[in-house]
């Protein structure tokens, strides 16, 4: 079993309290039922006809289905041939989904499920494979897939949102202290250092009591000479300031190193998870939102440094702190020992409620809070239609609103803080108190004796309490952040790149440009297919033009081609080699991409121009831009090629920007080049000036363009027209338009009438 | 006339719609010479769930549009509260046994009239208060929790629940 699909049961079993597959005895009875024939995939309808929550199967295999339904003597199984099935429905609610299966016309249901959406892409995907059938394409599943698909189908919206939830929290502790490693001379110092400061901090009361027993009493009662109580007494003196002459420095050298230590390792993990998200597949960056990655290496290794740097030393101090007192004072005195430390641990678990208290609060005042950042998001990108509809005042009395709740809730984390601080200490005061209580008796002689010197060193030790009982209180939540934020940076570490090269792979040099896709297949989920056997051949220096219906797989054959995915079937070939056999880096740098919304990096027009070819001089872009119908836009701009165009190049308009990103890839010079609605968000002019500036890119290089205005395809040596997956029709433009009833010809008729 | 006919409905204006419930477990919607299986979309499902509902066959085009059941005769009207209860079915909460935050996502642990259910939110996926009070709770997966009135559960899932009411 692949840890994927480890991952996927351990999900299903702890957040979704269901089966994590079909049940073993079931699956043979169905099995049986189907003379041996294996179950494909099976899906989980968890609702009943009146809607309660039950468990019934629908398995699917070669030939035919299965309904299973408990019933007290064990599985009702009922299966359908595959044959009957004429037709599939599904009605989707709010959170109730009805799949029905029909057979022939005006006969009852073949089998009627009902479901709740965590169960809808099991379903779907079974659906789709009865559809396909019923269509007259038959779908090839893979026997014993069947448990991964429908665990995947199950979990990945849990997956998608949480990172990896497989991670035990101590595990992930100690992975997050390996990073300490290679630092290990600077943390054992900085680990000394610190602990220097926690036993320094112990001498002075204890001197103090020392002193006053040892020294002053004794030379106020006469039984020690004055000459020998001052010298004594210097000693003291001495070593109290020896003390904090060693304290100071070893504070000092404890924040620096441990500071640099967290900086060290938070730039280690950032340029560690920057590497990896370069390498990982597209793939990944569609399950994952963008503002989520960024955190991920910036706030999150913020967090990272934070707890390194002080939240370890801080614990693990502050637990040596406590048992170092504790242990000093029962030492010189059991009796009031045990009333200075027994308190202690209800104090950590009143700090520790109050910071579960405190977090309730925030995620009040959290929630309060994005209603307010809803509003200014709102608002604020769409100020031209508040103006424009005179909805000023009511934006102003919605914002007024909201903020006067999210400070009322602010105003209750105060209340909260503000009241347990003074009252947690003043039972860390009534400690005090009560060592006097119990101490001034024996003071004046009733009890066991007490010197007074042990109870100074007491009152002293007393004040020593407060700021580890708070760190070990707020322990929990600390650690708590800390490993949310190292589970959301070790998930992407642990993601592997879906796009590997093999051991040795091959180095077309150079690229002609000859592309075979043979009967390639491909799915984004492994079962509802985007590319349904698809086949053609092209030459180095074709130009073909991709038309048909959105959603038909023209992005996908490109995306392909580019090897930002692996086929699912069949093989893509480059010049005659298998695609996945080639150095995906080298193959890449042969490859160009125009797309529809260029994306221009923050930086000069210069750097973007040369983004793909940084050596390149300065006479060959000004020779890419001027090819490009660039150069003359960009001289008059104040600081021609050295202009910044801002964020996503936000500076030009769209047209400036699609000829930047032709001038990067004339620069480029690559073999195989991809334009996708190069044209299509620009105007009549603008469109002119860049279609002549396409002409001048694509010659001499295979070129693949998708374009819905078909106008612009007329040049193109051949034209596929892609239709649910398929090739439907390829030839010239002349030879498409003259097939009577062709999807091309009836798309071209289309656009003319719209023109 | 609170009915009209959708854009994809070819049918004559002449008679009434009325719908049925056949063998083959769809409902079936017949207006003039035409008929379709349908389902049921509630346009405002929290604001007039009762009213305004759209009638789609199974290529989602809308074949006909009811303003007002009451328009339908009482067999119709039989006929479309059953598929509206499906159509609209969520889940409701009776009780809030445990809420836990985890890395990234927030875990309920509820009784609902349909039984026991543990679903998980995003972090920042917060309760939505509907129109007419009460909170509704969507998943990852998108299946929704209604809470008819949180101020009327039981003490535990009002202090579970407090943070995210108002």
Known sequence: MSTQQQLDDHIIERYTAQPTRLPAELRRQIEHAWQGAPVQLYALADLDQSLRLTVAWLALGPRHIAVAQRESTGWHVRSVERSR??????????????????????????????????????????????????????????????????????????????????????????????????????????????????????????????????????????????????????????????????????????????????????????????????????????????????????????????????????VSLSLVMLAGLGTVLLTLDWRLGLVMTLPVPVFCWLIYRHSEEITRLFIRAWRKWSRVTDVLSDTIPGIRVVKAFNQEQREIERFGERNEDVTAEFNRIHASWTRFWPLLMLGVHMMTVAVWVFAVPRLLGSGAQLPVGTFVSFLLYTTM??????????????????????????????????????????????????????????????????????????????????????????????????????????????????????????????????????????????????????????????????????????????????????????????????????????????????????????????????????????????????????????????????????????????????????????????????? | MTLTLGKSATATRGGALSLEWRADGSLWAMWGEEERAVSVRRCFPWTEPARHLSLRDTDEEEFAFVRDPADLDQRSRAALERALAVAGFVFEVTQVLEIEEEVEIRRWRVETQQGPRTFQTRLDDWPRTLPHGGLLIRDLAGDLYHLVAPERLDRESRELLWAFVD
């Open chain 1, 85 to 314: 099935i004429e037709a599939i429905r599904e009605a989707p609610g709010l959170s109730a989904n009805t799949l029905t299966i029909l057979g022939a016309s005006g006969e009852p249901a073949l089998a009627l499920l009902r479901y709740t959406h965590r169960q809808r892409r099991a379903f779907e995907n079974i659906r789709f494979v009865l559809e396909e059938q019923i269509q007259g394409h038959e779908r090839e599943l893979v026997d014993g897939d069947a448990d991964r698909l429908y665990a995947e189908s199950v979990a990945r919206p849990i997956r998608d949102a949480q990172a990896l939830v497989s991670g035990r929290q101590t595990a992930v502790i100690r992975r997050l202290l390996g990073y300490l490693k290679p630092y290990r001379r600077q943390l054992t110092l900085g680990m000394a250092a610190a602990t220097v400061i926690t036993l320094v901090s112990l001498v002075p009361p204890y001197l103090a009591g020392h002193l006053i027993d040892r020294v002053v009493r004794p030379a106020q009662a006469g039984t020690l000479s004055l000459v020998q109580a001052a010298k004594v007494a210097w000693l003291a003196v001495a070593a109290m300031a020896l003390v904090y002459l060693v304290r100071q420095p070893a504070v000092h050298v404890r924040l620096r190193l441990m500071s640099i230590i967290g900086e060290w390792v938070a730039r280690d993990l950032r340029s560690e998870l920057y590497e990896h998200i370069q390498r990982l597949s597209l793939a990944f960056f569609s399950r994952k939102r963008t503002g989520s990655l960024i955190t991920r290496v910036s706030a999150d290794t913020d967090r990272l440094w934070d707890f390194l740097a002080f939240g370890v030393v801080d």
């Open chain 1, 465 to 755: 309490f407060g700021a580890p009982i708070e760190v070990i209180g707020q322990m929990a939540r600390t650690i708590n952040r800390a490993t949310t934020s190292a589970h959301r940076v070790f998930e992407v570490l642990d993601t592997e790149p879906e796009i590997r090269d093999v051991a040795e792979p091959v180095r077309l040099e150079p690229v002609h440009g000859r592309v075979t896709f043979e009967h390639v297949t491909f799915g984004y989920d492994g079962v509802r297919q985007v590319l349904r056997g698809v086949s053609f051949d092209v030459t180095p220096g074709e130009l073909i033009g991709l038309v048909g219906p959105s959603g038909g797989g023209k992005t996908t054959i490109v995306n392909l081609i580019a090897r930002f995915y692996d086929v699912s079937g069949g093989t893509i070939r480059i010049d005659g080699v298998d695609l996945r056999r080639l150095d995906t880096g080298h193959y890449r740098r042969q490859i160009g991409m125009v797309l529809q919304d260029p994306y221009l990096f923050h930086g000069t027009v210069l750097e973007n121009i040369r983004y793909g070819s940084q050596e390149a001089p300065l006479n060959q872009v000004v020779a890419a831009a001027q090819a490009a119908n660039a150069h003359d836009f960009i001289t008059k701009l104040q600081h021609g090629y050295d202009t910044v165009v801002g964020e996503r190049g936000h500076t030009l308009s769209g047209g400036e920007r699609q000829r930047v990103s032709i001038a990067r890839a004339i620069l480029h010079d690559p073999r195989i080049l991809i334009l996708d609605e190069a044209t299509s968000s620009v105007d009549t002019e603008t469109e002119r000036e860049i279609q002549q500036a396409l002409e001048r890119l694509v010659a001499g290089r295979t070129v693949f363009a998708i374009a819905h205005r078909l106008s612009t395809l007329r040049k193109a040596s051949r034209l596929f027209v892609i239709e649910d997956g398929r090739l439907i029709e390829h030839g010239t433009h002349a030879e498409l338009l003259a097939k009577p009833e062709g999807q091309y010809r009836h798309l071209y008729e289309l656009q003319l009438q719209l023109q």
